[in-house]
């Protein structure tokens, strides 16, 4: 899920740039990080289906996402921002948002039915996936009312002269990333209680 949400936002943020920061200093950091998240995941799949095909759990792994993709595509060709100013690289970029919303899912499903102990490699990724989205929320946050139709800033004061109306694309990003939040919150619960008191992290085993 990952390598197509990264993907899929690269075919935006190579090309065009209004979902990313345009001042010098982000200069291809935001690509270059995800080509290289990319390639790893790549990686990690490669390794997972051939050296080491015996670690997966498959018959844990059972929440079906495929359909939703379909579903994500659809969604963000009717909802989406105009940052870009082109309706298909506005879609990829929501494309990939909407599939990053729902990407983690699997893992916390496959996970929660396990229960019990959680290695601590699994969990440190979750955790620090689930920082990442903490401070892309901050992020957007400041920058959600950008995405407004009409939204003007000519003299770049960070005092629009017009806010803009009909905003819908701001609060799909926001009302996603605070899904992801929401979503790994227990995860993330666990973890610190774990830390705190010192012992191995357990999640309890869900009922099936």
Same mark, same amino acid.
């Given at each position: 899920?990952?390598?197509?949400?990264?993907?899929?936002?690269?075919?935006?943020?190579?090309?065009?740039?209004?979902?990313?920061?345009?001042?010098?200093?982000?200069?291809?950091?935001?690509?270059?990080?995800?080509?290289?998240?990319?390639?790893?995941?790549?990686?990690?799949?490669?390794?997972?289906?051939?050296?080491?095909?015996?670690?997966?759990?498959?018959?844990?792994?059972?929440?079906?996402?495929?359909?939703?993709?379909?579903?994500?595509?659809?969604?963000?060709?009717?909802?989406?921002?105009? +940052?870009?100013? @082109?309706?298909?690289?506005?879609?990829?970029?929501? =494309?990939?948002? %909407?599939?990053?919303?729902? #990407?983690?899912?699997?893992?916390?499903?496959?996970?929660?039915?396990?229960?019990?102990?959680?290695?601590?490699?699994?969990?440190?990724?979750?955790?620090?996936?689930?920082?990442?989205?903490?401070?892309?929320?901050?992020?957007?946050?400041?920058?959600?009312?950008?995405?407004?139709?009409?939204?003007?800033?000519?003299?770049?004061?960070?005092?629009?002269?017009?806010?803009?109306?009909?905003?819908?694309?701001?609060?799909?990003?926001? +009302?996603?990333? @605070?899904?992801?939040?929401?979503?790994?919150?227990? =995860?993330?619960? %666990?973890?610190?209680?774990? #830390?705190?008191?010192?012992?191995?992290?357990?999640?309890?085993?869900?009922?099936?």
């Amino acid at each position: 899920m990952y390598s197509i949400v990264l993907f899929f936002r690269l075919c935006s943020t190579l090309v065009k740039n209004g979902y990313i920061p345009v001042d010098r200093t982000g200069d291809h950091v935001y690509q270059l990080g995800d080509i290289a998240s990319l390639l790893m995941c790549l990686n990690l799949l490669y390794k997972m289906h051939r050296s080491h095909a015996h670690t997966y759990e498959k018959h844990h792994d059972t929440f079906k996402i495929a359909p939703c993709i379909p579903l994500a595509f659809v969604l963000a060709m009717c909802w989406h921002g105009h +940052l870009n100013r @082109s309706f298909w690289f506005d879609t990829l970029w929501f =494309f990939s948002l %909407y599939l990053e919303t729902i #990407a983690m899912i699997p893992q916390l499903f496959m996970l929660t039915r396990i229960g019990g102990e959680v290695e601590g490699m699994t969990s440190h990724f979750v955790v620090l996936v689930a920082t990442a989205k903490f401070f892309a929320w901050i992020f957007w946050f400041y920058g959600y009312p950008e995405l407004a139709e009409g939204y003007t800033d000519a003299d770049d004061d960070g005092i629009p002269e017009d806010w803009g109306h009909s905003n819908y694309g701001g609060y799909a990003i926001i +009302l996603c990333y @605070s899904i992801q939040l929401i979503g790994s919150a227990d =995860f993330v619960y %666990y973890y610190m209680k774990s #830390a705190v008191t010192q012992t191995s992290m357990a999640l309890p085993e869900m009922e099936v």
